[in-house]
């Protein structure tokens, strides 16, 4: 298969060209369906596309994942094979995602040397946290039970093919929060008459910064972040009415708990104090990570046979990621796998001039291929 690597480059530029938004990844999902038909696989499109290959008689099952969808991101990249979509850009390598899934598919397909079932998950809107979701509420596990589900994402400034992972948590929670403030608005020059809600906005923000520092223990990992503050008031007038909106993320269920229990807290005292109203909207986007003990050794245990740079222990990361909702639902293990460190290969995921790294498709293709064959061993290797 020499030519192996130069068809997945052709394949992921092509996905890059044509990127797609969540839920509309329409000619994305036509292209993946029809790959894995002409592979031989049996597919079934619904909010994602799904493609199940058996070999032997086993009746073990995993299932791995891809994410499709690009984001609303103007590309500044200078190659040829720039997003032909304005405004929107695979700024975030899952243009390279689907591709090295779509690249083990034909491996395993033209050995099928394991004994059992791959399914494979290309699953839609993963940036907005919603397609995961969106396939178990179709029915995903009723109509393939997997027993285990792993993804991998790739990490931009991490030498080119390095795995890292861990057991545990491994990606933080998203919460996004709103707070509405309504005070009394009035004439600039006379706040004594109303209560001016750009002040209790401005409190609420100060005394939500001591959260992270003061009710949680050193090292939590979590952050409280307010990033819009929208009034109603004018150059002379001053707002009767102010909205915060932020994001929260958290490593542990149980702080990301305990955050909306003190932002509730902070906002029903400082709204007291102030004599005005104010409500809180609090709800988590993407759920911590947590990779499961058995699959995570067994990743590990793969990427060393295949010699890559392992580290089986890294610190958890701060971005959320989707693939909670099926590593939730079933054991699973969440993998980064090294993006290179130069150029717009090492620029930071959703940067406007990032590009996933062709060089990695043949690696991340071979080393789906190799887990399945530890996971789903052949049955002439268990006799």
């Given at each position: 298969?020499?030519?192996?690597?130069?068809?997945?480059?052709?394949?992921?530029?092509?996905?890059?060209?044509h990127?797609?938004?969540?839920?509309?990844?329409?000619?994305?999902?036509s292209?993946?369906?029809?790959?894995?038909?002409?592979?031989?696989?049996?597919?079934?499109?619904?909010?994602?596309?799904?493609g199940?290959?058996?070999?032997?008689?086993?009746?073990?099952?995993?299932?791995?994942?891809?994410d499709?969808?690009?984001?609303?991101?103007?590309?500044?990249?200078?190659?040829?094979?720039?997003?032909?979509?304005?405004?929107?850009?695979?700024?975030?390598?899952?243009?390279g995602?689907?591709?090295?899934?779509?690249?083990?598919?034909e491996?395993?397909?033209?050995?099928?040397?394991?004994?059992?079932t791959?399914?494979?998950?290309?699953?839609?809107n993963?940036?907005?946290?919603?397609?995961a979701?969106?396939m178990?509420?179709e029915?995903?596990?009723?109509r393939?039970?997997?027993?285990?589900?792993?993804?991998?994402?790739?990490?931009?400034?991490?030498?080119?093919g390095?795995?890292?992972?861990?057991?545990?948590?491994?990606?933080?929670?998203?919460?996004?929060f709103?707070?509405?403030i309504?005070g009394?608005?009035?004439?600039?020059?006379m706040?004594?008459?109303g209560?001016?809600?750009?002040?209790?906005?401005?409190?609420?923000?100060?005394?939500?910064?001591?959260?992270v520092?003061?009710?949680?223990?050193?090292?939590?990992?979590a952050?409280?972040?307010?990033?819009?503050?929208?009034t109603?008031?004018?150059?002379?007038?001053?707002?009767?009415?102010?909205?915060?909106?932020?994001d929260?993320?958290?490593r542990?269920?149980?702080?990301?708990?305990?955050?909306e229990?003190?932002?509730?807290?902070?906002v029903?005292g400082?709204?007291a104090?102030h004599?005005?109203?104010a409500?809180?909207?609090?709800?988590t986007e993407?759920?911590?990570?947590?990779?499961?003990?058995i699959?995570?050794?067994?990743?590990?245990?793969?990427?060393?046979k295949?010699?890559?740079?392992?580290?089986?222990?890294?610190?958890?990361?701060?971005?959320?990621?989707d693939?909670?909702?099926f590593?939730?639902?079933?054991p699973?293990?969440?993998?980064?796998?090294?993006?290179?460190?130069?150029?717009?290969?090492?620029?930071?995921?959703?940067?406007?001039?990032?590009?996933f790294?062709?060089?990695l498709?043949?690696?991340?293709a071979?080393?789906?291929?190799?887990?399945?064959?530890s996971r789903?061993?052949?049955?002439?290797?268990?006799?």
């Open positions: 298969m020499a030519d192996f690597p130069t068809k997945l480059t052709a394949l992921r530029r092509d996905f890059h060209r990127p797609e938004l969540g839920f509309q990844e329409d000619r994305t999902k292209q993946i369906a029809a790959r894995l038909r002409d592979l031989g696989l049996e597919v079934h499109e619904g909010r994602g596309v799904v199940i290959l058996r070999a032997g008689s086993g009746n073990h099952a995993i299932g791995l994942r891809a499709m969808d690009a984001l609303p991101i103007s590309e500044m990249s200078t190659h040829d094979y720039v997003s032909q979509t304005p405004g929107v850009m695979h700024a975030c390598g899952h243009d995602h689907m591709t090295m899934l779509l690249g083990a598919a491996l395993l397909a033209g050995a099928e040397d394991f004994d059992g791959v399914v494979f998950i290309f699953q839609p993963e940036e907005h946290g919603l397609g979701q969106a178990l509420d029915g995903f596990l009723d393939f039970p997997i027993e285990e589900v792993y993804g991998i994402h790739n990490l931009p400034g991490a030498p080119l390095q795995l890292s992972t861990r057991k545990g948590q491994i990606c933080a929670s998203e919460s996004l709103e707070i509405e309504s009394q608005g009035g004439h600039a020059s706040p004594h008459v209560v001016d809600a750009i002040t209790v906005g401005a409190e609420m923000v100060l005394a939500l910064q001591t959260i520092s003061r009710k949680l223990a050193p090292g939590a990992g952050v409280v972040s307010v990033t819009e503050f929208l109603d008031g004018q150059r002379n007038v001053l707002p009767g009415h102010t909205t915060l909106k932020g929260v993320r958290a542990l269920p149980e702080d990301r708990q305990a955050i229990t003190f932002m509730r807290q902070i029903d400082v709204a104090t004599n005005v109203k409500t809180m909207s609090f709800n993407f759920v911590e990570v947590i990779n499961a003990e699959p995570t050794e067994a990743v590990i245990d793969t990427a060393r295949r010699g890559l740079d392992t580290i089986p222990d890294r610190p958890p990361m701060s971005f959320s990621e693939f909670a909702h590593a939730n639902a079933v699973g293990c969440f993998i980064l796998l090294g993006n290179g460190d130069t150029g717009p290969h090492g620029q930071p995921l959703h940067a406007a001039d990032y590009d790294n062709d060089a498709l043949p690696i991340g071979a080393f789906w291929a190799d887990l399945v064959r789903l061993p052949h049955r002439k290797d268990q006799e």
